[in-house]
């Protein structure tokens, strides 16, 4: 199965930048896209960035349009998640997530999660 793990996180000031990774097992590992999300406690799971596995094109939430840039290597199986001009309401608990058929992707809806990485942003 598939195996997903997520790093980068931690504590960082409003206005400050960090940078999410998510490794992926398998050499054959080949899904049709990867996304991640976001949960804040008593949040409903909230979606904030995908990409396609095959292609380039990229997909973004709302609320972090302009701000967050997401990216891949996948020779590397791995998918990174650019944060800048971090604000306090984007402290959450951010998800890696992968799926292998089309669908809506802004929903979580996903085969395989991640444990997780905390990001608190300080003000």
């Known amino acids: 199965q598939v195996q997903l793990v997520e790093s980068g996180g931690g504590l960082v000031q409003a206005g400050g930048s960090v940078r999410l990774s998510c490794a992926a097992s398998g050499r054959t590992f080949n899904p049709y896209v990867m996304g991640w999300f976001r949960q804040a406690p008593g949040k409903e799971r909230e979606f904030v960035a995908a990409?396609?596995?095959?292609?380039?094109?990229?997909y973004y939430g709302d609320s972090v349009k302009g701000r967050f840039t997401i990216s891949k290597d996948n020779a590397k199986n791995t998918v990174y998640l650019q944060m800048n001009s971090l604000k306090p309401e984007d402290t959450a608990v951010y998800y890696c997530?992968?799926?292998?058929?089309?669908?809506?992707?802004?929903?979580?809806?996903?085969?395989?999660w991640g444990q997780g990485t905390q990001v608190t942003v300080s003000s």
């Open positions: 990409i396609r596995w095959s292609g380039i094109s990229t």
């Open positions: 997530a992968t799926r292998h058929t089309a669908g809506v992707i802004t929903r979580p809806r996903y085969d395989y």
